[in-house]
């Protein structure tokens, strides 16, 4: 007689050891995006978004603690909390709590966000036990993922949590109910860890005192992504007042469509005019640097990062988008907190 031994691989799968990946790493093998969420379904490529891996590298950074990123719209910025969360399910599975500005987006991330990734992931699947999970509190192996909105305080005052990840917080309300800020609440809950915590805190920024620009001005490190000129090779910052759109003999145009057809980016040292078809090699190339001299603490480290560097935004898109502002002062006081 035959026997069936598939339940015996399946035993031994569960209690294989996980392989040492970092983030980046196990997002390439195990991750894939689905047509509902994304406009380019499949594997997921941290070759696609190269400013992404040194974001979710530091998650598997043991000297890490905390990462800030303040990010723009259209960079990838909800994957990269994605990969971390099926990171953790995967390779290190820990009580994790995921907080959104409300209830209702919380529990529409987990709808059609998470667990389109559960179902698209083999490494997932196997680990997700449905009948007992509920909308907004998730089992898997060896872990409990809840998820909530910021305005819940009996979500955020409660069981001790390992893993926290902290979305859109410039859009939380200043106060959880009757108790003190979300953000204080949810780190309360992480004191259980003092060791092997890890805090990812992002936002795309509203104000200097909007509470993600607060938890980068008090990193450790920070960090800005620099790429490489494609005609003299210097690294440098992509900037909004590098953006030029002119008739090719230095004479400004105007009106939305002609800015966004003549739009390029010049780069400061050489003067070249750098074409969008050149920001893809530009963005391999990329590497994360800091600013400011003599720190090398990174228990806290913040990533910034605005729209020019994003592949789905063009440099006539940043010109557009110029023209379409109130007023040169408005998007100036934009860029002061966000950098565009």
């Known amino acids: 007689m035959e026997l069936d031994t598939a339940w015996i691989r399946k035993a031994l799968r569960q209690l294989r050891p996980p392989e040492k990946l970092t983030v980046s790493e196990w997002a390439d093998r195990n991750r894939f995006l689905d047509a509902k969420s994304s406009n380019e379904p499949g594997r997921w490529k941290t070759s696609r978004t190269p400013y992404l891996k040194g974001i979710m590298d530091a998650f598997t950074d043991p000297a890490v603690e905390e990462i800030v990123f303040v990010k723009p719209t259209q960079v990838g910025g909800t994957e990269c909390l994605l990969n971390m969360l099926g990171y953790i399910i995967d390779q290190d599975p820990s009580p994790t709590l995921a907080i959104y500005p409300s209830d209702n987006l919380a529990e ?4 059609n966000r998470i667990r389109a990734m559960i179902d698209k992931s083999p490494a997932l699947t196997d680990k997700y036990r449905e009948k007992e999970s509920k909308l ?23 069981r001790p949590i390992r893993f ?24 309360e809950r992480t004191k259980t860890f003092a060791y092997n915590k890890k805090i990812f805190t992002t936002s795309t920024p509203t104000y200097k005192t909007g509470a993600v620009w607060q938890e980068f001005e008090s990193c450790e490190t920070q960090l800005y992504f620099y790429v490489p000129c494609p005609y003299c090779g210097e690294y440098q910052r992509l900037r909004f007042r590098q953006v030029k759109w002119d008739d090719g ?20 040292y050489c003067g070249g005019k750098i074409a969008d078809a050149q920001k893809a090699d530009m963005l391999r190339a990329g590497r994360w640097q800091q600013e400011q001299e003599g720190k090398t603490s990174r228990k806290k480290v ?7 560097y994003s592949p789905w935004v063009t440099f006539g898109d940043v010109a557009a988008e110029w023209t379409k502002s109130v007023s040169y002062t408005h998007l100036r006081a934009h860029e002061t907190c966000a950098d565009l």
Do not use: W
């Open 302 to 308: 913040g990533f910034h990062l605005n729209a020019i």
């Open 249 to 268: 003999n230095g004479n400004p145009v105007e009106g939305i469509t002609a800015r966004r057809d003549a739009a390029y980016y010049q780069c400061p």
């Open 164 to 187: 926290l990840l902290l979305d859109e917080v410039d859009k939380y309300p200043p106060r959880a109910g009757k108790e003190g800020d979300p953000i204080s609440l949810a780190r």
């Open 136 to 158: 907004l509190e998730l089992q898997f192996s060896g872990m409990t993922l809840a998820l909530t909105g910021a305005n819940s305080p009996s979500q955020l005052a409660s």
């Open 108 to 111: 529409s991330i987990s709808k």
